[in-house]
């Protein structure tokens, strides 16, 4: 009985694991693009901090400490959300654009 149970646990373990497809030429264009338009982003955001340079030998080292650490943290996290809502939404910003709505036909107003 317990043997049983355990093959159970172990198939639905594995059935989490099944091949996907691999992703489109389009999908792998837009996560390419999401990356990039990110990535700009980040380095504008940070170019302070990515220009750091370590020094670990001398006593009051300009070193990154836990804040910077901290703070790459928070800006890559950052990063990697702005590519999730631009894969998800389709723009950096995660808004996604206007709602679809219906195209108004043009009418002409005339005076009698």
Do not use: K
Not at 76 to 83: A, P, V
């Amino acid at each position: 009985m317990v043997r049983s149970w355990l093959t159970i646990a172990a198939l639905l373990g594995l059935a989490g694991c099944a091949i996907s497809p691999p992703p489109s030429p389009a999908d792998q264009a837009e996560a390419a693009s999401c990356t990039a338009q990110a990535d700009a982003v980040y380095t504008d955001n940070n170019e302070d901090a990515l220009s750091r340079t370590s020094q670990t030998g001398l006593l009051f080292a300009p070193t990154p400490n836990h804040a910077f650490d901290s703070q790459r943290l928070g800006s890559l996290h950052q990063r990697d959300s702005q590519i999730t809502a631009c894969e998800q939404n389709g723009d950096l910003a995660g808004n996604g654009g206007l709602p679809p709505a219906d195209i108004v036909p043009p009418r002409i107003v005339t005076t009698p």
